[in-house]
């Protein structure tokens, strides 16, 4: 037997509320009311119903407030908005905060049955297909992993996905930060539509700006198309901001305005653009200390870091060393299957990975081209991993020090070439030589 739909009717009318319990229920539904927005939110908070009728205007907290509230659940229920006629334009409003639909009173009650049924079903298959990307196997997603850390990590992805919360995913250069974001993507309501990222430090502020918000014809200089930024190709899935510590204070203010209004203009245009995208953004900078130095607006980072997901180092999670290394090898040995041998993978579980999951991929493809058998041998491995030598980064620090310090244990390794280590590092030689500039690295700290 299917299970009735569970209805919240929040609605200060009593006699429409009371005439909505009555009549719903007898269409076979579990209905309750509220009395207003505030009775709506405290029985949400006991349990969510599938569908939950909303009026708009409502004494103590609005229609609007109470969808407001409803973005930070991670299971929210499908929202019928009940307005009058002339509130229509509230209820547009509403539908850009998540609403399902809106009727305007009075209803027949066939017709709202009808709404009501479409509303659960969407809410089903929502849940069912969140449900089923959560069962998937994390290599699915390229996240692999028997640490309890990194569960736990992931439990949040597959709390938080669900939702339409800004995400800020923390951790060093290389340790999958890309990754969770996609996963995020992957298990959200979001996942048939767009993921679409961009590596904020890689670009001049100039470019950075014309391949987010997109250019009209003659904005500039060898525009002579017009062109859609990667704001409009995210819409309706995921816009993935990667290094967003290293945007420059005018694309910051930018950034800020699209996140509060939902619009953009183009570079040299003059017409408003509306946008639905969910912002998931990354970086491996300390950003409360950059809000310290002026570095990064304050305001913007209480905007993209409603939910913040950290990620361990490699070396603090040593017990997934082997299945990654293992994984890796399958993926890189292009001539028949290879494996580890025992003292390789000793090697591997020794080392600190200063580069984190991204350096043991590289040290594996490289294994699996120079090994002369099915076998990578320890000889096949660069010689500091041969040796397990130990990181030079700090136990503790803010992550700027530790980051310092892994750059130039990075361009030791290389006899100081930048573009050998922002290839190790993962970033663009420019934002390397930037960081540079900035920690005071000179040629003396890099010995011979």
Excluded at 74 to 95: K, L, N, R, Y
Excluded at 122 to 137: E, P, T, Y
Aim: with cysteine.
């Amino acid at each position: 037997m299917t299970a009735p739909i569970r209805v919240l009717v929040a609605d200060d009318e009593k006699n429409l509320r009371e005439l909505l319990i009555r009549e719903l229920g007898r269409k076979g539904h579990a209905v309750t009311g509220a009395l207003d927005g505030r009775a709506a939110l405290d029985q949400l908070a006991e349990e969510v119903p599938d569908v939950l009728l909303l009026d708009l205007k409502m004494p103590r907290v609005e229609g609007i407030e109470v969808l407001k509230a409803l973005q930070q659940y991670p299971e929210a229920p499908q929202v019928i908005v009940m307005t009058g006629f002339q509130e229509v334009s509230t209820a547009v409003e509403a539908m850009k905060l998540g609403a399902y639909d809106y009727l305007t009173k009075p209803t027949p009650i066939e017709e709202l049955d009808i709404l009501i049924r479409k509303a659960a079903e969407k809410g089903r298959l929502i849940r069912q297909n969140v449900a089923l990307r959560a069962q998937l196997d994390p290599a699915a997603s390229g996240i692999i992993t028997v640490s309890p850390a990194m569960e736990e990590v992931l439990s949040v992805v597959d709390r938080v996905a669900p939702t339409d919360s800004a995400v800020l995913i923390l951790g060093e250069s290389g340790t999958g930060k890309e990754l969770v974001a996609r996963a995020l993507h992957q298990r959200s309501a979001r996942a048939a539509q767009a993921f679409v990222p961009i590596h904020c430090g890689a670009l001049p502020r100039e470019v950075l700006e014309s391949e987010l918000f997109g250019h009209e014809k003659g904005a500039f200089t060898g525009a002579i198309n017009a062109k859609p930024g990667l704001i409009e190709l995210a819409e309706g899935g995921t816009l993935f901001l990667d290094e967003i510590g290293e945007m420059e204070p005018e694309s910051q203010v930018k950034l800020l305005r699209v996140l509060e209004s939902l619009s953009f203009f183009r570079v040299g245009g003059t017409r408003r653009r509306t946008v639905d995208l969910r912002l998931v953004a990354a970086t491996n900078r300390d950003l409360v200390e950059a809000i310290k130095t002026n570095q990064f607006r304050q305001d913007l980072y209480y905007r993209i870091n409603t939910i913040t997901v950290s990620l361990p180092p490699l070396r603090e999670r040593r017990e997934d060393i082997r299945p990654l290394a293992e994984y890796f090898v399958e993926q890189h040995a292009t001539y028949g299957r290879k494996k580890l041998s025992p003292a390789s993978l000793q090697s591997l579980e020794r080392y600190d990975w200063p580069g984190n999951v991204r350096e043991l991929e590289h040290v594996i493809q490289r294994g699996a081209i120079l090994c002369r058998g099915d076998e990578i041998q320890t000889e096949d491995l660069p010689p500091e991993v041969r040796g397990g030598r130990a990181s030079t980064m700090p136990p503790g620090g803010s992550l700027e020090d530790m980051e310092r310090q892994h750059i130039i244990a990075t361009l030791k390794r290389v006899g100081g070439h930048r573009g050998k280590a922002s290839a190790l590092l993962g970033i663009d030689p420019k934002t390397l030589y930037r960081k540079i500039l900035a920690y005071g690295i000179v040629p003396d700290q890099l010995g011979s």
